[in-house]
């Protein structure tokens, strides 16, 4: 468990540091140095090419996580390390052609100049999900979260201004972030290579029985569900530059970035549960599945609220601060149901993985397939009609829906249970925050956009102090939050 608070923290603290230099490229310099069109082919870019790289893993990543504490104590690593480079052997060349058809057939919208691009976007991203994936499951997930929310956010902001100062096209401001992308790659292979991370593996018994059966039938299920997941998450992206254009998509994308930040707080812990339920599920250990379950529910509730409710209240700030600040005002309603989507899954606790790794683990993929079409079918009837604002909707009650639907699913079938009469209140105080904060925004009337900012934001920031440190909504932030109060009193007195 020390491991465990060790590898979050750090993955916190990497990740509350590219969101700085996440908010200076997002927030500041894209919507200062590129048009909106521009920022929306760049993500869209990224978001294609993240997609087809997750079909190309071909579902090994959950494999390793559910089997590899297995095969250290039954003898058959060897394998199944080797099985993880057969299978990238395949895929990377097969998501290629994918990637191609696709491109070539299936969409009209990105010229054919662009595809060169999308193709060099996507071996990169392969790259680095398949070094992420390894590092993590070997349970160095701060390397991890270093090179992909520190080192590539740095580099991103670094062609910014060298673009500011040198003024170099846009296809050679590709090529500097494809750059960037590059070294990201090269900082996880080293991390992989000079730890020499599962590299040279101890064969306990080469006679040991390799469950390939097993091992290909979850991973048969999580090339689609591993796919689906992704496209869900992307899919906003790819039908916002479908169905109206890719000016459209840079606004929607900037407006993706302050939403996401809603997670940021619980990104460290979400990166290492995984590899825990994994091992939970190994053991059949259900009690601490459940502790764990409550936990990641309880926690994320109470932090990833308040953050939310912090954006709601310092977006108008935000907007008069960014360059070209009211192009992009006209997306405040997505940051408001993006970032609800968040708060929703994370306040639903890690549902999503803990079926992923049980034995039912099939259900995830009816489950995410059900929420893909759910999205897919509302952004065709809600972004036509309500534009970008359609768009988040449609991705806020697709979550919800998703996340009820596998709360009621584990609590039936394993009797896990992530709420409890506190999470109630933790609730109950989230919405009526809400509600203050949009009153503020909407009905009083200042001059100063930053005073109403702040007359919005701290009383909730007071109250959500008193919950934390005298009731126990969230034990383990009372208990973090006790020890910086001791840790202050120490050194004043």
């Keep these: 468990m020390v491991h465990v608070r060790r590898q979050s923290v750090l993955g916190s603290i990497f990740a509350i540091v590219g969101v700085g230099f996440g908010f200076l490229n997002s927030g500041f310099l894209q ?21 087809v790289a997750s079909l190309a893993s071909l579902g090994m990543p959950p494999v390793l996580v559910k089997y590899l504490p297995l095969s250290k104590t039954e003898g058959y690593e060897e394998k199944l390390h080797r099985l993880f480079a057969i299978f990238l052997g395949i895929g990377i060349p097969l998501g290629l052609v994918c990637l191609s058809i696709y491109l070539n057939y299936f969409q009209d919208k990105l010229d054919p100049t662009w595809f060169s691009y999308v193709y060099e976007f996507y071996i990169l991203v392969c790259l680095i999900s398949t070094s992420v994936a390894w590092l993590d499951v070997h349970g160095l997930i701060s390397k991890s979260i270093f090179a992909r929310d520190v080192v590539i956010k740095v580099g991103f902001v670094t062609v910014l201004v060298g673009l500011y100062f040198f003024g170099f096209s846009f296809q050679t401001f590709l090529y500097f972030i494809e750059a960037v992308y590059a070294a990201g790659v090269v900082i996880l292979i080293y ?9 040279k593996l101890r064969v306990v018994n080469r006679a040991s029985e390799f469950p390939l059966k097993a091992i290909l039938s979850l991973a048969g299920f999580s090339i689609i569900s591993n796919s689906l997941n992704f496209l869900k998450r992307e899919i906003d992206i790819l039908m916002v530059a479908d169905l109206i254009d890719f000016s459209a998509t840079g606004i929607y994308a900037i407006m993706m970035f302050f939403a996401v930040l809603v997670e940021i ?20 250990d259900m009690r601490g599945l459940n502790t764990l379950y409550h936990k990641t529910s309880q ?24 360059p070209n600040g009211e192009t992009y005002s006209a997306g405040y309603m997505v940051v408001v149901w993006l970032g609800l989507a968040h708060f929703t899954q994370l306040s639903f606790g890690d549902s999503g993985r803990i079926l992923y790794y049980s034995e039912k683990y099939r259900y995830n993929f009816y489950f995410t397939s059900l929420m893909l079409v759910l999205v897919i079918s509302l ?14 909707f449609a991705t806020f009650l697709s979550q919800l829906i998703l996340n009820i639907i596998r709360w009621v699913f584990l609590k039936e ?11 109630l209140k933790g609730f109950v105080l989230f919405s009526l925050s809400v509600i203050y904060a949009l009153l503020i925004q909407y009905l009083v009337k200042f001059e100063s956009t930053f005073l109403k900012s702040v007359i919005a934001l701290l009383p909730i920031i007071i109250c959500y102090y008193l919950v934390i440190r005298y009731t126990n909504n969230a034990p383990d932030l009372k208990d973090r939050l006790n020890t910086y109060y001791n840790k202050v009193r120490e050194i004043l007195t």
């Design 31 to 51: 919507p200062k140095l590129l048009t909106t069109e521009e920022i929306g082919l760049l993500r869209y870019f990224i978001s294609l090419s993240g997609v």
């Design 191 to 199: 991390t992989i290579f000079s730890k020499n991370i599962g590299l």
């Design 265 to 284: 707080p619980g990104r460290g812990l979400n990166a290492i549960a995984p590899i825990r339920f994994g091992q939970l599920w190994a053991k059949n």
């Design 299 to 322: 926690n994320q509730l109470i932090i990833s609220g308040l953050v939310y409710i912090a954006l709601l209240c310092v977006m108008p700030v935000a907007f008069e601060i960014m």
């Design 379 to 392: 952004n065709w009837l809600l972004i036509p009609k309500y534009g970008l604002n359609g768009a988040g």
């Design 413 to 423: 079938n394993f009797n896990l249970q992530p709420f409890n009469k506190d999470t």
